[in-house]
């Protein structure tokens, strides 16, 4: 039975960054609005099956209460801690039920999250967060679509694996971002601020793109790395190039480069010193004087679908109308 999952941050786009920059707050509402249109698209292409998690605020359940779908909606409970770890137990969920596909609304650490406990999955990202370079926006209706296509088997060559930062402390404690790797001293774990630029040491990033916002940018706008491309950004901060990077939606903060070098993949770059390792933004990590980390990248994460180039396959194949 064709199956796919939506997994829900019920706690993406509603964080205090939108206090000190100018994202837009992302309401239960227009997630409840997203989750349905995405069903109704998946519905549309014979899904039959529906899997989403009971959530604290019932956005998906709410959404699909009343909907008149074919296809079956199964709610799974899972234990809620209101932390990162929600999104994991979710995607375990997910996975006992044979679920493959799944469509995600929230942010890069949203994402982070997904492809920590299911780096093998085929993942349909839509943007829900604030700083949102890893997840797409594209109308739902269409994503619920593609991810039915795909879950069904009728898609052929329209994802790709997305590349991991793969982070190995001295300790042996190790963990994984999606998008970027930043060293930042004077900071603190747990801080949901917005990056201050002047504290920005050394990034490390897998897309450095001049049309997105955060890290990614501040490499992007010196040299483009795409996410198709088998190749991160090393950034090092210092006297050299200075110029004004969008860090938040809205917020402009002046940064100072020294360098940029291409990392070819599995190349281990090393973080040290008295600071804070961010991933994807979340910063979960202190390095205390002496300590270090090791961080490479991979492609070795989940599979991203191409929305555009999926539907057009659709359309070429006669998936929709028939041959």
């Known amino acids: 039975m064709p199956a796919i999952a939506i997994c829900v941050n019920p706690m993406s786009g509603r964080d205090v960054r939108r206090l000190a920059a100018r994202a837009a707050n992302m309401t239960h509402e227009a997630k409840r609005d997203i989750v349905a249109r995405i069903a109704a698209g998946a519905d549309a292409v014979g899904v039959e099956r529906i899997f989403i ?3 604290p605020f019932r956005i998906a359940s709410l959404a699909l209460s009343l909907m008149p779908l074919r296809a079956q909606v199964e709610v799974l409970r899972t234990p809620l801690t209101h932390s990162a770890a929600d999104t994991e137990a979710a995607v375990a969920a997910f996975l006992a039920q044979g679920v493959t596909h799944i469509v995600s609304l929230g942010g890069d650490g949203t994402n982070r999250a997904i492809a920590r406990k299911a780096p093998d999955v085929t993942l349909i990202p839509l943007s829900t967060g604030t700083n949102n370079v890893f997840p797409t926006l594209v109308e739902p209706t269409v994503a619920g679509m593609v991810a039915g296509l795909s879950a069904r ?7 790709q694996r997305c590349k991991r930062l793969h982070v190995r402390f ?12 930043a060293f930042l001293e004077g900071d603190f774990v747990g801080n949901f601020l917005p990056f201050d630029a002047a504290k920005l040491r050394r990034l490390l990033l897998t897309r450095a793109e001049p049309d997105a916002i955060g890290m990614s940018p501040i490499g992007g706008l010196l ?9 991160g950004l090393l950034v090092e901060m210092g006297p050299g190039k200075t110029f004004a990077a969008p860090l938040s939606p809205g917020l402009f903060e002046r940064v100072s480069v020294q360098r940029v070098t291409r990392i070819p993949f599995d190349a281990p770059v090393a973080f040290a010193g008295d600071g804070v390792l961010a991933l994807d933004g979340d910063r979960d990590h202190r390095l205390r004087p002496g300590q270090s980390a090791a961080v490479s990248i991979r492609r070795d994460g989940p599979w991203v679908v191409d929305v555009a180039a999926a539907m057009r396959q659709a359309v070429a194949n006669g998936l929709i109308h028939g041959p």
């Open 223 to 231: 040299e483009v790395v795409e996410a198709k491309d088998d190749a």
């Open 170 to 181: 001295a300790d042996g404690v190790a963990d994984i971002g999606l998008v970027d790797a």
């Open 153 to 159: 088997g009728l898609l052929k060559g329209a994802a």
């Open 53 to 55: 998690t009971q959530e």
